[in-house]
């Protein structure tokens, strides 16, 4: 079974330009995460999807970051404009919730954003 | 202060020597912990989950004290491919984020 995929791996862009970053979790899948690692800090939650609907947003850096998951399948993550202190390692994970209520959250390669 | 905090590390240690990790957490809310390792410039990946009961995999041995909010990892007979960074991490009561620690990086050496 394909674990979770994102693209790109890599991406560098300029302060101001815009990057649109994919995941796509593990089939049936219904929650998906996204998380954001910035040099020398913790891991560091973005957001949290169930299905198409956003669950909790609260760690959303601000309005210049749009995520969407259209259909429940893939998501994207839009950074417009970005600036320098959005660079990092923004990963993605998914994982589907079992009746006993635990799950394991399975995490993709991440996608490493240097803005200059 | 942070939510989960873990030894700063790094941790250099020889081939066949036990090794502890420690960690604390803040929020009394925190529901499920786990161990997470993640190799460098990889992806993390859960190592095992942590119960109060205090849980072993082999070589790697996991603890919770609920009432303290301490969490511990011990590796026994430490191997050269356990070089990682080890990632204390804790979920809340409600909703499915995880919240993680620094990192605890351990190497190796033969």
């Known amino acids: 079974e394909a674990g979770v995929t994102q693209f790109p791996s890599h991406s560098v862009i300029e302060k101001g330009q815009t990057v649109t970053l994919r995941c796509d979790p593990i089939?049936?899948?219904?929650?998906l995460y996204w998380y954001r690692r910035v040099m020398g800090k913790e891991i560091k939650f973005l957001l949290h999807f169930v299905k198409e609907s956003k669950q909790d947003e609260s760690g959303m850096p601000n309005n210049r970051f749009l995520a969407e998951r259209t259909g429940g399948t893939y998501s994207t993550l839009k950074v417009q404009p970005a600036e320098l202190e959005d660079s990092g390692v923004y990963f993605c994970?998914?994982?589907?919730?079992?009746?006993?209520?635990?799950?394991?959250?399975?995490f993709g390669p991440g996608t490493r954003l240097t803005v200059t | 202060r942070k939510e989960v905090e873990q030894d700063p590390g790094p941790f250099n240690v020889p081939e066949g020597a036990t090794v502890a990790f420690n960690c604390t957490y803040s929020n009394s809310a925190s529901q499920s912990f786990f161990w997470y390792r993640q190799d460098c410039r990889k992806e993390p990946k859960l190592l095992m989950s942590?119960?109060?009961s205090g849980n072993e995999d082999g070589r790697f041995t996991a603890q919770l004290n609920r009432a303290s909010q301490y969490i511990s990892l011990l590796i026994r007979d430490s191997k050269l491919s356990d070089s990682a960074t080890y990632l204390c991490?804790?979920?809340?009561?409600?909703?499915?984020?995880?919240?993680f620690g620094q990192g605890t990086e351990l190497s190796v050496k033969p």
């Open positions: 942590v119960y109060s």
């Open positions: 991490v804790v979920k809340r009561r409600e909703g499915g984020k995880l919240i």
């Open positions: 994970a998914s994982s589907q919730e079992k009746g006993t209520g635990t799950y394991e959250q399975y």
């Open positions: 089939s049936g899948h219904d929650n």
